[in-house]
């Protein structure tokens, strides 16, 4: 299934900027999900929704600010970030809690902090 | 806490070799595990998945078994191609209140000519 979409998929920025990501999911799901890509690392979990609400913030910091407004959008607003920011931003999605819980990704936003 | 290794890469094989990629896991409970791709440039796609012990999950001429004996599922093809060429990522996910999916360091796979 490809029904996660996420935008832009490249992003150049300056430390000093703000700037949001967008993911948007056309698979009727409930539970959206940020993760971080960084190369030769493990995926890393940032934040988990469910239903709308944040229901995981694994100690990111908080010049990352996730936005939940319905089932269907996630953003990531990033302000005054750092070079050691820049990493591949993944967006998934997910039917829900519990029992196997399958999920889907977006193609990803690659991040170059300046 | 839960844990997925994956075999260091990169893997480099001959177009029509047999690919293994093992994986095995620590967890508490009874996980799910799954296959994820990378192909260059994209997001990940997930390849297969198994919920319960001793079954196989299957697609695109992959396999992998769920071993609870020996906490494995390691990934398996009988002839690769130069398009299977990409990142694996194994991956367990637990079944509490909020699922969340652990992910292995990725194990790249490149097939030749």
């Known amino acids: 299934e490809t029904g996660v979409t996420q935008t832009p998929r490249h992003l150049v920025m300056g430390m000093t900027n703000k700037k949001s990501l967008k993911c948007e999911q056309h698979l009727g799901h409930n539970a959206m999900y940020w993760y971080k890509q960084s190369a030769k690392k493990p995926l890393e979990l940032m934040f988990v929704?469910?239903?709308?609400?944040?229901?995981e913030n694994n100690s990111v910091p908080s010049r990352f600010s996730p936005e939940c407004p319905n089932s269907s959008h996630l953003f990531l607003h990033l302000h005054t970030l750092q070079p050691e920011d820049s990493a591949l931003y993944l967006c998934?999605?997910?039917?829900?809690?519990?029992?196997?819980?399958?999920?889907?990704f977006g193609p990803g936003t690659r991040l170059t902090v300046l | 806490g839960d844990s997925v290794t994956q075999m260091e890469g990169p893997v480099t094989l001959s177009e029509e070799a047999f690919l293994t990629i093992n994986c095995t896991y620590t967890a508490t409970g009874y996980p799910s595990l799954f296959w994820y791709v990378q192909y260059p440039g994209e997001g990940l796609q997930l390849l297969l998945k198994?919920?319960?012990?001793?079954d196989k999950g299957s697609n695109k001429g992959f396999e992998a078994t769920y071993r609870k004996e020996t906490t494995s599922f390691h990934l398996e093809k009988g002839s690769v191609q130069v398009s299977d060429s990409a990142v694996y990522f194994c991956?367990?996910?637990?079944?509490?209140?909020?699922?969340?999916?652990?992910f292995g360091t990725g194990t790249r796979l490149q097939v030749t000519l």
């Open positions: 998934a999605s997910s039917k829900g809690q519990g029992d196997v819980n399958t999920q889907y």
């Open positions: 198994a919920t319960k012990a001793d």
């Open positions: 991956a367990l996910s637990d079944t509490g209140t909020a699922s969340k999916l652990t």
């Open positions: 929704y469910s239903l709308e609400e944040r229901v």
